[in-house]
């Protein structure tokens, strides 16, 4: 993909996740979601795609230490991916939200889009685990935003489809990912009917 096609390409996965956000029952932010976390955490979670965009660009690393979207999960996964920290991070963040997520949402959406517009390519994105690249972290918030929407339209018992572009781009990640641990062949078997998946198989830990 082009620089531009994966800035549209978040842009439509943030819009997919408005969608879904949108039509969230005024009742239903505290009906559970996934794991720990009800409606409101998961969607505050998810929105995370956003801020963080917002934030890591407002400090800048010196220099690039991540290549590709596959080396910030594989390094975040060492030091960021603890089962208890996350889900806390996604509870702050739903509190984050808690007067109209709704409005959140779609406002951090605009925030970023416009933020976009000021960013060039090669900026330095300062994150936790190291510099990466604009254009190289893009792509890891388009897999949050698929995966995670896809989680809450599931909960909230929406039908809405995941833009091409977006699952593209996630299946990228994820076949990068089944790869580095070795589980790249029994996936392609699996995915070519010649093979079955253990319960519970899964290529992020």
Request: aromatic share 8%.
């Amino acid at each position: 993909m082009s620089g531009q096609d994966i800035r549209e390409t978040y842009l439509e996965a943030g819009e997919y996740f408005g969608g879904v956000v949108d039509q969230v029952d005024i009742d239903g932010w505290d009906e559970p979601a996934l794991g720990e976390w009800c409606v409101r955490d998961l969607t505050g979670h998810t929105y995370r795609a956003f801020t963080t965009i917002l934030s890591y660009s407002d400090k800048p690393a010196e220099k690039i230490e991540l290549e590709r979207p596959v080396d910030y999960f594989l390094k975040a996964f060492e030091s960021l991916a603890d089962p208890k920290m996350v889900a806390e991070r996604g509870r702050a963040a739903g509190l984050e939200i808690i007067d109209d997520p709704k409005m959140m949402v779609r406002g951090f959406a605009m925030y970023v889009k416009n933020k976009l517009e000021e960013l060039s390519d090669d900026h330095i994105m300062g994150t936790p685990v190291g510099g990466i690249r604009l254009i190289d972290y893009l792509p890891t918030r388009t897999f949050e935003l698929i995966i995670h929407t896809m989680d809450l339209a599931k909960a909230v018992g929406v039908d809405a489809s995941p833009p091409d572009r977006g699952m593209e781009t996630t299946l990228g990640i994820l076949g990068q990912m089944a790869l580095y641990r070795g589980n790249a062949p029994s996936l392609v078997l699996a995915a070519t009917g010649r093979g079955s998946l253990p319960d519970g198989f899964t290529v992020l830990g």
